[in-house]
């Protein structure tokens, strides 16, 4: 078909705009399995297949959580090669239809948020196409400088956060390329350089003591900070709002855009008791948000996740090793708000035991039932066989003791494990409140059902605490 040329001409086109344009549509297009389709089309293709699809193959794997698969579809199919052979072409003065210095920086940028892909844009040479940005030593007639520079720094932030690249980037004499950047006048400029600096091991030792809340016990003063995307700053400073009314002292950046308030973010972090890493898949993607987290992942601090993704997406990746199975509070939509917004304030209560809590007495607790069930004491858990317990075995019990279909799909979703039935344990003897609501909202869709289900799931989980995994 003398046709066909066109049309394969056209659908690269259109994937490149949607992927690159529209979020929605690209989650769409990543949810048909079009990545592996483009790998293919490309590895078939190699010499015909236009920039448009590297390019909209490359928004796609970065989204995806499976290093080794990623890495396989962007070895065979070319696409590093191809947008970093482009990126240096543009630069040494070669037009190239309607693709742009920042375009190619920001399409090369993306594909750095993938841990596998760091490593491959590295062996490719895109750290000597960065510092070549960043001096403006190219050929480029029509280009905007700020927004090159931009990406060129976020790339560079991303390429951090492997510690092996590290010598190579400062090695490459990309840090007073950065210290330079941080000085401009243009604060999208310094914020970027910042973060780069800030990843790559220059964070200021200057510390300030933060406006904090007491702890009954200790006498210590601690802080709540709040990790947030700018997708759902709404919803956040809503939460925010509820916890300071119900005495709690938060921190929460408004701004996310200047090289100060990466400082300050260092600052909350250290100064905090409880980080809220509110979760979601442009968290995931953030170079702002890891930032965050795996500072405080670095000093140990305790971390309470707030879902704000609709199932059946989980954390993956750096994020996904992170969280483990921590139990997380469901924001996703706007029905489970209150009953959340309750679970969160009561274990932040227990976990700071603030002096200055406020009840607040407009708020309607959801009344719960109460266990009959009498705990094992985690003394009874030493040299357990259920720590050992993995995702299929958890199914397996779920089965032989006969809880609905629905339950053992909820577990599968969420990765319970025996260790997470372990965590589940230790809940119900510390907050029986939050064990019941949380199981209630997460496996419960007819209350009325619900209850006796809730009450079969704690005996049998005593029973298995007792007398073991079944054979």
Known sequence: DPGLSVVQRDAEMALHMMTTSNEHASKV???????????????????????SASIALGQLVARESDNERVETIATESGVVDKILDALEQLMDGKTLGFYSLGGLTIAASCLAVNDSNKRLLYKNGFIPLLVRILKGDHKTVAFDPVTSRCYAAEAIWNLAFLPDLHEPLKEAGVVPLLRAMKTSSVEKERYYAAGALF???????????????????????????????????????????ELESAGFEVWLDLEKMSGSTLQAMAEAVEDSAVIISCVSQKYQESVACRTEAEYAYSLNKEVVPLMFEEQPWRASGWLGAQLGTKLWYDFSSDDRFEISLDNLINALKKKLQLTDTVPDPTRDKESIPVSTVTPVTP?????????AMDLSAVQRWLKIVGLPESWRKTFATQQITGRSLLELHLLRTSNPELYYKMLALSCCTDMAEGTGLLLEFSIHLNDLLKEGPPA
């Open 29 to 51: 297009i990543q949810e048909l399995g079009s990545a592996d389709v483009l790998a293919s089309y490309l590895k078939r293709h190699k010499e015909d297949a236009t920039l």
């Open 199 to 241: 990843q790559l091991g220059e964070k200021s030792h200057h510390h300030h003591t933060m406006a904090t809340s007491t702890n009954l016990a200790s006498g210590k003063k601690e802080m709540v900070m709040m990790s947030y995307n700018w997708a759902v700053q709404d919803v956040v400073v809503k939460i925010k709002s």
């Open 379 to 387: 003394k009874d858990l030493r040299n357990s066989a259920v720590a």
